[in-house]
Structures are given as C-alpha cells and as structure tokens.
C-alpha cells in the first residue's frame, strides 16, 4: 500500500495539474467559458498598463496573457501526467506564475476577492512542493545519522 505522503503527492499534482489546465485555457481560449475569456483579456490589460516596462520591451497584453496560459497549460499537464522531477520543475515554475499573477493584482489594486484563488493555489504549490522534497532528504539524513553512531561505536571500541 502507498505512503500516506505518495497519497498525498499524487492528490495535490494532479488535482492542481487540473486546475492550471483548466485556467491556463481559459486564458488561452473563449471554447470552455467566453465570460471568463473576456475577463481574462480585460485583466491582463489593466496589468499591461500597470506596467509600462512591458510595453518598452515589446511585450503586449495579449502575448504576457497566452505566454502565462501555455505555462500554466504545459505545467498543469506535467503536474498531471509525467512523473518525477518534472513535476517539481513544473511546480516551480507555477509558483513563480502564482507571485507574478500577485504581483499583478496588487499592482492595480484589486480586492482579495479577486486573486484569492491565486494566493491559496500558491499555497497549495508550496505545500506540494515542501511534502515531495521532505521525503528525499530523509534517506541522507539517516545514512548520515547511521555514520555518526558506527563512528562512536568504533570510538568507543578503541578507548576500551
């Protein structure tokens, strides 16, 4: 039977690989809900304004919008199907996405309400990301500790 740990890894990759395959389309396409689409474009130009940086290096609303939509799809489809350390690459990249898309909404001012999935996801991310790297420290960990009582014992061998 599967760790608890390898339960819960499995759960949250693939419910948040869901998830960012799900909004990252939305970004991307008005097929799945051409009200969210709408809102996508209408945020990503107030964050557009908000940064005037953006536009001096050639970066327009649209482009800063698919280019965070094909992130989130790739990563969200990694986070879903490919095992190992892709995943956590992938859980990386969605995290720094989760404190640009912050950032943005701080920066035009929006109310909690309307990055707050953004902030738990985040959460979610780190979570996800803390519970997969815990388990491959241990195995060092206790190989080290198990060095450390050999050598003692032998120390203690000696001085008798």
């Not at 536009?55 to 095992?83: A, D, H, Q, Y």
């Amino acid at each position: 039977m599967a760790s608890p740990r390898t339960i819960t890894i499995v759960a949250l990759s693939f419910a948040l690989g869901l998830f960012f395959v799900f909004m990252g389309t939305i970004k991307l396409t008005p097929r799945l809900s051409k009200d969210a689409y709408s809102e996508m474009k209408r945020a990503y130009k107030s964050y557009a304004k908000a940064l005037p940086m953006l536009k001096k290096m050639g970066i327009s609303s649209v482009l800063l919008r698919k280019t965070i939509g094909t992130l989130e799809v790739g990563c969200g489809i990694v986070l879903t199907l490919v095992p190992g350390r892709p995943k956590d690459v992938a859980n990386f990249i969605l995290l720094l996405v989760m404190l640009a898309v912050l950032f943005f909404h701080q920066l035009v001012g929006d109310p909690l309400k309307r990055y707050a999935h953004a902030l738990v996801f985040g959460i979610l991310l780190t979570c996800r990301l803390l519970i997969a790297r815990q388990g491959e420290d241990r195995p060092e960990r206790e190989e080290r500790r198990e060095e450390q009582i050999n050598a003692q014992e032998k120390n203690k061998v000696k001085v008798s």
